[in-house]
């Protein structure tokens, strides 16, 4: 079930095309990845989705039907740039965004107490916001929006201004919440959080979706075929072994651990190529090596197709 | 800070009031050197004022050494001080304040005119002048259309007309920038964004606009008990202790005058009454419910109207400083109504006053100015109905403005381009 769907949105501002024809489908109870440059037009998107703006043309869903005003009960936003009222006490503050998502005042307070025991802050209560640090405020903001227990949460690059402890303390929660069945889109330039978490994702870039799918089938897709072996020995001792069948690509020696990377040809599978180096080297390491997020993000966004094989749109 | 702002709002009006009635405070005696023989023991004096008569020949010592001889000044009378008005002069080593020197011009002038009398050989002059002397106050009566006849008193109500259309100015520049900064505030700490996933922008807006009035509301309900209590306390003291005053004076003029107890305590009691300070007290107290009943209705209007141009504004600006501009053709009407108030409470009836009262910016200030005047009730009721019409388009224009503002950043923006916004959005 796709917990939310846009088809062909078109957002317009003034002077600047924000979304050019964007379409996107998220299932639900997994975690999305929402990537794409500066200016891309992701946080508009973001925006259509928490109905702060209405798309131009286009149609919105939610749960399968054309999305309305109400259903941003269901949903919670952590924008990117984070915001609270500096002079009004975090224990007050964080009750009022509760009820402004329709909590009831006795069920806020419960869930809130709850909450800043579990992230042991409830010191905190009775300060005011200004008086905490950045990373003691998000967590807050944190609280606040997930408080209500939406089914889909959005959350703007959720691990700027974190320190690792923290940070996993977020990852931890939102895989938490990935169990109970909520969904959750994310949007971030943080890669490696994308590699760890995110099930599916879309690219955006320049106004429109320049890549959608399941995060593991892309980076297939976007492999070469390239494996890495990883040998005790020196540079060179399989030249012969690769010469005229395998396409070499690098080859580094650090400390008598020299790491070869090797081309195969489109569905040339990897077996035969360990088995031919086996007898000559004592191998350490074996691998196919899959093309990072960040990689695929640098080589779509950039446009470079030379090396790449092009992938399908994949959706869901 | 509700309960301390009356206090200091009154004390701000009352001692500056209290400071210059107090005057000069100290006692002063005043050496006189009469050549013309004309003044000698007849100079009156008060409790502060006294005269000292010194002969021609002690005037050079006198001159030197003032303080030593316990004099403050001198006043030396040429002989021909009946006909040369400059012939006296009043010598001193400090200022003379003007109240002293007046008192003094004006004790001479009546003696000097009563000199000039006898030149003309009038019998019984003495008897003659004491019936002359009179005081006159002007007691101003309003005719309506009945022909009835109600008693005013002009400078209460330009006084009330005043204070409340400049309360007007006040209170809709206050809490119309409360609600600019409060929109200035969640655009920058970027609450704002997370505000409206939940509600819309226009329940936003109106949410800071309504809460902000309840606010100023309840301050000035807090403020007009206070103040009424402070006024009646007032009254009693002010009119017992004017009163009494009036019981010490009536009494001085009554014991030079010849009059018996009877007749002194009789002009007493009517005296107070009929006293300035009587009349003020009436006046207010005749008038004050209606114009405080209208002045909620105008400050709920107009507050309202600019209100929601001030969020627009704040809407639109990223921060305080960058206002500036965009305040302008929002405070020009305000204080157009502030200059126009000037006028109409000396014509509150002018066309120029009429036309003020009804365009909905200036409307609530120069009506609260007109209100006092008992103007014709449909011209009220005109005003406000144009006004409250105006609200509804200023707050569906700003909102289109602030929907479109409260979530761009950086753009300096001009009116073209919050026209723009309200033609898009």
Known sequence: MEIFKAENVVKRYADHLALDSVSMSVPEGKIYGLLGPNGAGKTTLIRIINQITMPDSGKIYFKGNEMKMSDVQFIGYLPEERGLYKKMKVGEQAMYFAQLKGLSHSESLKRLKYWFTKFEIQAWWDKKVEELSKGMAQKVQFITTILHEPELMIFDEPFSGFDPINAALLKDEILEFKKKGHTIIFSTHNMASVEELCDNITLINKSQNVLSGNIDEIRHSYGDNVYQIDYQGEKGAIAHVLEGRYQLVSEVEEKGLCKVRVKLDVDQPGNPLVAAVLPHVEVVNFQKIVPSMNDIFIKVVQGEEASLTKAAHYTE | ?425
């Not at chain 2, 405080?292 to 709920?300: A, G, K, M």
């Not at chain 2, 200036?362 to 209100?371: D, F, L, Q």
């Open chain 2, 1 to 425: 800070m509700t309960l301390l702002t009356p206090i200091l709002m009154g004390a701000l009006m009352i001692v500056p009031g209290i400071l210059a009635s107090m005057g000069d405070t100290t006692n002063k005696k005043i050496a006189v050197v009469d050549r013309a023989k004309i003044f000698t023991n007849k100079l009156q004096g008060d409790e502060k004022l006294s005269f000292v008569y010194i002969s021609d020949e002690e005037l050079p010592a006198y001159k030197s050494k003032m303080k030593d001889k316990g004099v403050d000044a001198i006043l030396v009378i040429n002989k021909g001080v009946i006909s040369d008005p400059k012939a006296a002069a009043m010598y001193s080593n400090d200022d003379i304040s003007i109240e002293l020197s007046s008192k003094i011009e004006s004790n001479m002038t009546d003696l000097i005119k009563e000199e000039k009398m006898r030149t003309f050989n009038i019998q019984n002059l003495d008897e003659v002048l004491k019936k002359v002397k009179s005081s006159v106050s002007l007691n101003t009566i309003k005719l309506d259309e009945n022909g009835n006849e109600k008693e005013t008193n002009t400078g209460v109500i330009m006084g009330i007309a005043y204070v409340f259309g400049f309360l007007m100015y006040i209170f809709i520049f206050l809490f119309g920038s409360q609600v600019m900064r409060g929109v200035i505030e969640e655009k920058s700490n970027r609450v704002v964004e997370v505000i409206i996933s939940s509600v819309k922008p226009i329940q936003l807006m109106m949410g800071k606009i309504i809460g902000v009035a309840a606010v100023g509301l309840l301050q000035f309900v807090m403020w007009i008990v206070l103040s009424v209590a402070i006024f009646s306390v007032s009254k009693s003291y002010l009119v017992d202790s004017a009163k009494s005053n009036m019981a010490n004076q009536t009494q001085v003029t009554s014991v030079m005058a010849g009059q018996n107890a009877a007749e002194m305590s009789e002009q007493i009691a009517a005296k107070a009454d009929d006293s300035e300070t009587g009349k003020i007290f009436a006046t207010i107290s005749e008038r004050i419910v209606p114009i405080l009943f209208y002045f909620v209705i105008f400050f709920i209007g107009g507050y309202l109207l600019y209100s929601s141009l001030f969020a627009a504004v704040g809407s639109a600006v990223d921060n305080e400083t960058e206002t500036q501009q965009l305040m302008l053709p929002i405070t020009l009407p305000i204080i157009l109504g502030l200059m126009v108030m000037m006028h109409t409470f000396q014509n509150p009836n002018s066309s120029l006053s009429f036309w003020f009262s009804i365009i909905p910016l200036t409307s609530p200030i120069v009506m609260m100015a007109r209100i006092p005047f008992e103007i014709p009730t449909w011209e009220i009721i005109l005003s406000i109905f144009i006004l409250y019409a105006t609200i509804f388009c200023s707050i569906w224009l700003s909102a289109k403005i602030y929907r479109t503002g409260i979530l761009m950043y950086g753009k300096k923006t001009s009116f073209k381009e919050m026209i723009k916004w309200i033609k898009h959005s």
